[in-house]
């Protein structure tokens, strides 16, 4: 069964710095280019970044470029977004998503951005 | 980027009736389009991938049409536990983007 689990979301301040994790199992996760999307509350998805299967392409959207990073550890099955200079407009639910078309997301992990 | 609107943002609709939805790109994205349904409290759920193709384990009674510009989502005989969100996704061209989503409400 595929499975991805993220965690590490927390409550942090204005110009914080945050270290999200998702687990994946149950496939071949080396295969996968994956993503971080987020949900804001109450509000619709935005994709965030993506990383293809080898870390060699990367991409990510204007809102988060030059202060967020993803990165991944294929040995250990696992994806990372370093979330540096947090504002406000961050706080939201952070979902692990695979492939190219999303076929399998995580359970979110909440990121909260405040004083 | 690639723009995506939806329409409607909202519909209320009565059991067993068909609905469609639409997902309107800026720009040609060929079949790189793919339609999610988040419950609330729940993560998305993937629907159709590359505009018109099935996902196992989806019901039948989902379908989706389209390519270039203009996309829909087909729900035949809608049900009940279809009442949720609607999000339409391009796949085509970094940045990735979404639309705004179709709230759809079953009276």
């Known amino acids: 069964e595929v499975q991805l689990v993220e965690s590490g979301g927390a409550l942090v301040k204005p110009g914080g710095s945050l270290r999200l994790s998702c687990a994946g199992s149950g496939f071949s996760f080396s295969s996968y280019s994956m993503n971080w999307v987020r949900q804001a509350p109450g509000k619709g998805l935005e994709w965030v970044t993506s990383s293809s299967s080898t870390n060699n392409h990367i991409a990510y959207a204007d809102s988060v470029k030059g202060r967020f990073t993803i990165s991944r550890d294929n040995a250990q099955n696992s994806l990372f977004l370093q979330m540096d200079s947090l504002r406000a407009e961050d706080t939201a639910i952070y979902y692990c998503v695979r492939g190219n078309y999303g076929d399998y997301w995580g359970q979110g992990t909440l990121v909260t951005v405040s004083s | 980027e690639i723009v995506l609107t939806q329409s409607p943002d909202f519909q209320s609709v009565t059991p067993k009736e068909k609905v469609t939805l639409t997902c309107r790109a800026s720009?040609?994205?060929?079949?790189?389009l793919h339609w999610y349904q988040q419950k609330p409290d729940q993560s998305p759920k993937l629907l159709i991938k590359?505009?018109?193709q099935s996902i196992s384990g989806v019901p039948s009674r989902f379908s989706g049409s389209g390519s270039g510009t203009d996309f829909t989502l087909t729900i035949n005989s809608l049900e009940a536990e279809d009442a949720a969100t609607y999000y339409c996704?391009?796949?085509?061209?970094?940045?990735?983007?979404f639309g705004q989503g179709t709230r759809l409400e079953i009276k």
């Open positions: 996704h391009q796949s085509s061209n970094f940045p990735y983007t």
């Open positions: 720009q040609g994205i060929g079949s790189s």
């Open positions: 590359y505009a018109s």
